[in-house]
């Protein structure tokens, strides 16, 4: 499982796209915007990173339920959608409600002898009700919050060594963000990015130790 060599204590895992498929909105978005569900998910996640990114740039953070919002808002008027209150409501409930990808709770009951641990943009108020409805077993979910910055801000991934009680040369990273493993990477971290898509790494100056097509082959 170490991809440097060095036995890892903990697992830290990325939790929006990662464990959580941020795209099973899809069917509340199709059922207001028939036709259209598919593309609103797709805008909707594109700003809801962009904003995290500008305003971790700008100095000017707001929690992630604050910034899913706006993205929503954005997302649906530049696709000339209506979008009541009623459906905001409906469709941000949906990221409390997230399912996992198929390999994530097989994978976590096979994954003993580390800590497993989540490090995420997501606000309290977002990660709690979705990881209280996945059932997955964690020692630790934390938040960028604590900060009042985004990822991929290095004080973001200190975060879980300080946390965790744990050096970060025994942390092994995992996202299916390229952005963010390589920026974990770059931190320090022994890093796994889950290409399940298939794409080309970004050139940031990095590489992940290992690229795996699914959670279960970090088990391999």
Same mark, same amino acid.
């Given at each position: 499982?170490?991809?440097?060599?060095? $036995?890892?204590?903990?697992?830290?895992?990325?939790?929006?796209?990662?464990?959580?498929?941020?795209? /099973? +909105?899809?069917?509340?978005?199709?059922?207001?915007?028939?036709?259209?569900?598919?593309?609103? /998910?797709?805008?909707?996640?594109?700003?809801?990173?962009?904003?995290?990114?500008?305003? /971790?740039?700008?100095?000017?953070?707001?929690?992630?339920?604050?910034?899913?919002?706006?993205?929503?808002?954005?997302?649906?008027?530049?696709?000339?959608?209506?979008?009541?209150?009623?459906?905001?409501?409906?469709?941000?409930?949906?990221?409390?409600? &997230?399912?996992?990808?198929?390999?994530?709770?097989?994978?976590? /009951?096979?994954?003993?002898?580390?800590?497993?641990?989540?490090?995420?943009?997501?606000?309290?108020?977002? &990660?709690?009700?979705? +990881?209280?409805?996945?059932?997955?077993?964690?020692?630790?979910?934390?938040? *960028?919050?604590?900060? $009042? *910055?985004? $990822?991929?801000?290095?004080?973001?991934?200190?975060?879980?060594?300080?946390?965790?009680?744990?050096?970060?040369?025994?942390?092994?990273? *995992?996202?299916?963000?390229?952005?963010?493993?390589?920026?974990?990477?770059?931190?320090?971290?022994?890093?796994?990015?889950?290409?399940?898509?298939?794409?080309?790494?970004?050139?940031?100056?990095?590489?992940?130790?290992?690229?795996?097509?699914?959670?279960?082959?970090?088990?391999?």
């Amino acid at each position: 499982m170490e991809p440097s060599g060095t $036995k890892l204590q903990a697992l830290v895992f990325d939790a929006y796209g990662t464990l959580f498929d941020v795209h /099973s +909105v899809l069917s509340r978005c199709e059922a207001f915007f028939a036709g259209r569900g598919a593309e609103l /998910s797709r805008l909707w996640r594109s700003k809801q990173l962009e904003y995290t990114w500008l305003r /971790s740039l700008m100095g000017r953070y707001a929690p992630f339920s604050t910034v899913t919002r706006e993205a929503l808002a954005y997302a649906c008027e530049a696709l000339d959608l209506e979008l009541t209150a009623e459906r905001m409501e409906a469709l941000m409930s949906e990221y409390g409600m &997230l399912a996992t990808f198929p390999d994530v709770v097989p994978a976590f /009951s096979r994954l003993k002898g580390v800590k497993k641990a989540i490090l995420s943009n997501g606000s309290p108020d977002m &990660l709690e009700p979705v +990881v209280a409805h996945s059932g997955l077993a964690l020692d630790a979910v934390l938040s *960028v919050d604590e900060l $009042k *910055v985004y $990822k991929p801000t290095p004080a973001v991934y200190a975060l879980a060594v300080r946390k965790l009680n744990i050096g970060k040369e025994r942390i092994g990273f *995992v996202s299916s963000n390229c952005w963010d493993a390589l920026a974990a990477k770059s931190y320090g971290f022994s890093v796994f990015w889950i290409n399940r898509a298939g794409a080309p790494v970004d050139r940031l100056g990095f590489a992940p130790d290992r690229i795996v097509a699914g959670l279960d082959e970090i088990l391999l």
